[in-house]
């Protein structure tokens, strides 16, 4: 999901993206996906709608279901939708922390 790359810059967080794939059931999983890491946007300063045309300008595609999972957890325990500003505050509170 996300990590910082460097301590002393809380702004930047390193994040994965997985899309184009296929989830997959028994156990839960995300089948050959496309990736891309970023390392050098400030997540912090962006809205759900502004980080929604940031992974449409990344993947060149826009999706309609947009997941996260959470840190430490398998994807069939800790997978979350991405919908709108609330969703997008708990994502960035977990990236952050």
Known sequence: MASSP????????????????????????????DRASVRDADFSGFGYEQFMEFLHKLTKSRSKDIYFCLPQESLGLGIHTLVNDGDYKEFLDLAYA
Not at 11 to 32: C, E, K, R, S, T
């Open 6 to 33: 460097n301590p002393t810059d809380q702004n930047f967080i390193v994040v994965d993206f997985h899309y184009n794939g296929q989830f997959a059931p028994n156990p839960l999983v995300y089948f050959d996906p």
